[in-house]
T-cell receptor
Framework: NAGVTQTPKFRILKIGQSMTLQCAQD?????MYWYRQDPGMGLKLIYY???????DKGEVPNGYNVSRSTTEDFPLRLELAAPSQTSVYFC???????????FGQGTRLTVV | GQQLNQSPQSMFIQEGEDVSMNCTSS?????WLWYKQDPGEGPVLLIA?????ELTSNGRLTAQFGITRKDSFLNISASIPSDVGIYFC???????????FGKGTRLSVIA
């Protein structure tokens, strides 16, 4: 049972570099989410998707982009990395909106 | 944006003690969820609540959906060392809105 799989687990980026955080789920969930977790700040929603081809902004979308070409995958892209994007990123999925979400193990990103 | 107030921020307790934590919202929620996050891991769902007044248990954990629909409580009985971690509440407003998370309660258990 893979659940939600995130890659990579760790990454160090230089300011201005770009990268894509990968997220895949095998539970056939329509809803997928990207959160960032800063120390002592809980989880903040970056983007979410209610199904393939549909995405929407969350609380903190600036500096990020997403796409949802398939039900299984929901990659998060950082185009011009900034130190403020240093954080732990979690992908999650759920069967429907607002019910229990299943989380991946996270990607720890450091921008220097 | 919408906010949840979760308290306490952190707790240090002796093994065997009971633990209580809560979340409050300024708006009415129709779903409350409680998650636990172990170090280096993603949050894992503990208990889901969908009706005002609902009281649900999961082993030594008990959570309640407040009657006012603006709060929720999580209790852990007879704490053990593996209860260490960060506990998050999350809530959902009515309509097509994503979950909102509290800032977490960091629990430390002293053996």
């Amino acid at each position: 049972n893979a659940g939600v799989t995130q890659t990579p687990k760790f990454r160090i980026l230089k300011i201005g570099q770009s990268m894509t955080l990968q997220c895949a789920q095998d539970m056939n969930h329509n809803y997928m989410y990207w959160y960032r977790q800063d120390p002592g700040m809980g989880l903040k929603l970056i983007y979410y998707s209610v199904g393939a081809g549909i995405t929407d902004k969350g609380e903190v979308p600036n500096g990020y982009n997403v796409s949802r070409s398939t039900t299984e995958d929901f990659p998060l892209r950082l185009e011009l990395a900034a130190p403020s994007q240093t954080s732990v990123y979690f992908c999650a999925s759920s069967f429907s909106q607002g019910v229990e979400a299943f989380f991946g193990q996270g990607t720890r990103l450091t921008v220097v | 944006g919408q906010q949840l107030n979760q308290s306490p921020q952190s707790m240090f307790i002796q093994e065997g003690e009971d633990v209580s934590m809560n979340c409050t919202s300024s708006s009415i929620f129709n779903t409350w969820l409680w998650y636990k996050q172990d170090p280096g891991e993603g949050p894992v769902l503990l208990i889901a609540l969908y009706k005002a007044g609902e009281l649900t248990s999961n082993g030594r954990l008990t959570a309640q959906f407040g009657i006012t629909r603006k709060d929720s409580f999580l209790n852990i009985s007879a704490s053990i060392p593996s209860d260490v971690g960060i506990y998050f509440c999350a809530g959902k407003y009515s309509g097509n809105t994503p979950l909102v998370f509290g800032k977490g309660t960091r629990l430390s258990v002293i053996a």
